[in-house]
């Protein structure tokens, strides 16, 4: 084995060869598992808890290229809202698809390096059968969940001014000057203005 491919231990890896999945297109395995989210699952105010369990529910199909994935994931997210920074939080479903191609390999069956030039175009590799959800998750969790998530949309937030929380103080308003007669105010005395 590849000593840098997946590791078939790996929760997160998924072994067609141990599933029986044929290089026959056509030929298609259901796979349910629950995975533990490892870090990196989000955006800066909304992720999935580290260790929290991500239930998949994946379809497997061998078509020429490679191997069809398809299918979706369970998982709970936790966050701040954008407006107030409470904490928020609520499940949600993904739905994944990804195209994973089998290696280039030469007439004895070793697997030809490819260019590094064109990585990030590249569709994921399956290296010694092995199938690396990873990235593909963490892709999808980043894709769905919302960069300015919200506790409600009639959230009102915090007081620019002073940062106290509006919803808990109805009515909060602090007085505004216009700064175009603000220099009048230096002009009246503090004794006159109590007449």
């Given amino acids: 084995m590849n000593s840098s491919g997946p590791d078939p231990r790996d929760p997160m890896v998924i072994d067609t060869r141990a599933l029986q999945l044929q290089r026959r297109p ?19 105010m909304a992720r999935v808890p580290v260790d929290s369990t991500i ?14 994935l398809s299918g979706s994931a369970d998982i709970e997210v936790e966050g701040e809202c954008a407006r107030c920074l409470e904490p928020v939080g609520w499940g949600e479903t993904l739905e994944i698809a990804q195209m994973f191609e089998y290696a280039a390999t030469d007439s004895r069956g070793a697997v030809i390096p490819t260019a590094e030039d064109d990585e990030d175009e590249a569709l994921p590799v399956i290296v010694d059968d092995l199938i ?7 892709d999808a969790v980043v894709l769905a969940l919302p960069l300015a998530p919200l506790c409600s949309a009639e959230c009102p937030g915090l007081c620019p001014e002073c940062g106290i929380l509006l919803a808990e103080a ?26």
């Fill in 170 to 195: 109805p009515g909060h308003a602090h007085e505004q000057i216009d700064p175009r007669w603000a220099a009048l105010g230096g002009l009246v005395e503090p004794d006159e203005s109590q007449r």
């Fill in 26 to 44: 056509g030929s298609m395995i259901a796979v349910e598992r629950d995975v533990v989210a490892p870090e990196g699952f989000g955006v800066v």
């Fill in 132 to 138: 690396d959800l990873t990235e593909v998750l963490r």
């Fill in 55 to 68: 239930e998949l529910d994946l379809r497997l199909e061998s078509v020429m290229e490679g191997v069809w």
